[in-house]
């Protein structure tokens, strides 16, 4: 009997501990999903402020790539996400949005692109207008993988990202693979520093990439889009099956079937369904979020070269110096924030 | 010199106030007034946003005119890496697989001294590691090439530096925190920079494999060097060795199976760096790990750490039985044992 009190008496005193402990904290909490690119930084930084400093609740960030917080979100450990390149993920979404765990919480940008890119001075150089041009004889030699001399390289999308089997995909439809490779430069921080050094140096740059990001906004970097065939639904649709397929089974299966240019597409938010019910004020806040494109590109230069990284810092200067915020929130949450400013 | 340390220390003071100076008049959040701190003094709570050293705005722009001023000096040098790299790479990849595990097994037989149960080990590892995916073959040859070469530039750098250490204590003191910072530095910090210098690929790995994993091999060069016997030195002085014959007859030679460990240390080192280069887009069994990681493929991950662990195995065999071949020639079975006298 002795022993069973002695278990029994710490047992208890930790449950009365635990419990406390949440009830202190119940009012509500959010656990949002950060990415390691600095668009999806910068409105996690802000929609986390928000929710910690205005509505009080307890807030949590996990930042990491793509598939893994994909997975927890889909777990339900991560119930909300202020960026979403929803046109990657489609097949990967479509199970979610249908069962209604997720839900759509309307657009953060209203335009994005991701594209392929030459720098300026090559593309006015050499004509390179359209993705065909880049076939033309001896085009492939001007950006020549140094360490696969045969080829091309085309800095491509981190390899894990949807992106790198799209693009993948894409230059075997348009014949580009067999004078470029695709190259996976490992990581988001790598691509950037692949880019602004072949800027640095005055050599040519092809490569993979994406808007709104604190890179193309510098004043240095020039880069041109390349056409590609027009966006079609059907033929997207066709080719994100085979693209889930690689993703899985690896490239041996690859089959031949559609491309046509990434869709300039409005990225998106989404939350967790039982996480929206518990907390309708937060939720409220989350779908009102949007922030227009040219706000977006100024406070990306500013989280990138003036706060040097500073999430807590930038999310600060948008709310002391912007007031469309104000929209988003119920008075008294606002007033809450601007005590902290 | 002692005479002048007093003035040294005054010399830091003034270097430190003036820094403090120069970050409150920098900084973009200090009080409209000096005045204001000495009346509100709520700045001795938290750490103030003024006092802030503009260290990050100094190094960019010195980044930024160094990369332009002195780009093509690097361009030379990863040029240079890089054409052996590829040869290395070429010739290996090209060369029949089983060509390359019989070279290898000649190689350990021969280095270990003719010790068959390391030899056969060797071998049946390195035959594991096409064995766990037939992908891994090349990529392990990808990884060794990097890490070779890396290994190379270490020795050629870091033996002669260790040296120096050994024979000069003033030397010791100035290089001693230079290898501490390149140990402990994020290895991040200069693997982006790499980047920009060289470009994507194994050549930033090959600096960043340089910088990472010389300091063992440095410090273990120095230490060797001065672990030899006081005696031995005095006896070769005696018989009228100068610096260089006492440098390249004694110390050196009985130095080397401390050396032989720094190898040894480094090559490991040199294998970790390869794995966290994969993420500037490195190629080699890194990026399999990586690419496992990111697809949340458990399996795939493990079986391509796996695959490093054992080229890990294989690479610590060769250089540590060398090791010990050295240092069972250079110190020789002691034949007399101690008696133990008991008082």
Redesign the interface.
Known sequence: MKFLKNLLVPFVFVLGLSLGTTNANAKCSAHLGDFDWDSANVHTAIASYVIEKGFGCDVQVSKG????IM?AFFDGQIEVITELWEDNLVELLKPHFADGSILHRGVNTPASEQAFWVDRATAEAHGLKSVEDMKKPGIWELFKD??D?SKGRM?SC????TCYTINYVKLKEYGLDEMYTN?????G??LD??I???F??GKPVFSYYWTPTSLMGKPEIDMVRLEEPAYDAKCWQDMSVVVEDI?ANGTEVYAPSCACEYKDMALTKTVRADWAAANPEVDAFIAAYSLPTETVNNLLAYYVDVS?GDMEATAMWYLENNTEWLDWVPSNVAANIRATL | MKKYSKYLNFLYLIIFVVLIVVSYLSSKRKPDSVKELFTDLSWLNNFPKWLDVPFMVWINDGWRWFSAKYGLIFDAIGYALLRSYSIIKNLLVDLPWPLVILLVVAITYYSSGKKLGTTMFVGFCLFCIGFLNPRFWDKAIETTTIVLIGILLCVIVGIPIGIAMARNAKVRNAILPILDLMQVIPSFCYLIPGIILFGLGAIPAIIGIFIYSCPPLIRLTDLGIRLVDKEVIEAAESFGANKKQKLWGVQLPLALPNIMQGINQCTMMALAMVVIASMIGTRGLGDEVLLGLQQLNVGSSIEAGLAIVLLAIVLDRITQAYGEKIQERTQPPKKIKKINVKN
């Not at chain 1, 790539?65 to 893994?68: D, F, I, N, Q």
């Not at chain 1, 190259?183 to 990581?187: L, N, V």
């Open positions: 790539s793509t598939t893994p997975a140094p360490e001399p800095t981190i390899s894990g990202w190259f996976d430069p490992g990581s921080g790598a520093a692949a602004a050094g072949g640095a140096k993703k040097g």
